[in-house]
Nanobody, 122 residues
């Protein structure tokens, strides 16, 4: 059973930055791909970014490209989502997920963190 523990959410003003963390325990083939999704009130869950542990492959949603960056620390089994130039429309609950496939489809991810709130004020 994989456990994902998130941290780093909070409230910032537009233009600010936050860093979200997701620690995976344990790492296995089930955590081949790690992804972040977000869900705002009244909206569907939305893919944000994903990466694979074994290499430098990453992918981002168009809405965050150029502003958000993924990184990983293999020794800590932790993935980071660096969020810069935040906008009010980035306000949502952000959740990390782990799965065995390279995909932006949330239904393909087997394990989920508890979610962390990000609020961006104008």
């Amino acid at each position: 059973q994989v456990q994902l523990v998130e941290s780093g959410g909070g409230a910032v003003q537009a233009g600010g930055s936050l860093r979200l963390s997701c620690a995976a325990s344990p790492r296995s083939f089930s955590t081949y791909a790690m992804a972040w999704f977000r869900q705002a009130p009244g909206k569907e869950r939305e893919f944000v970014a994903r990466l694979i542990w074994s290499g430098a492959r990453t992918a981002y949603a168009d809405s965050v490209k150029g502003r958000f960056t993924l990184s990983r620390d293999n020794a800590k089994n932790t993935v980071y989502l660096h969020m810069n130039s935040l906008k009010p429309e980035d306000t949502a609950v952000y959740s990390c997920a782990a799965g065995s496939y390279w995909t932006s489809n949330y239904s393909s991810y087997s394990y989920w963190g508890q979610g962390t709130q990000v609020t961006v004020s104008s």
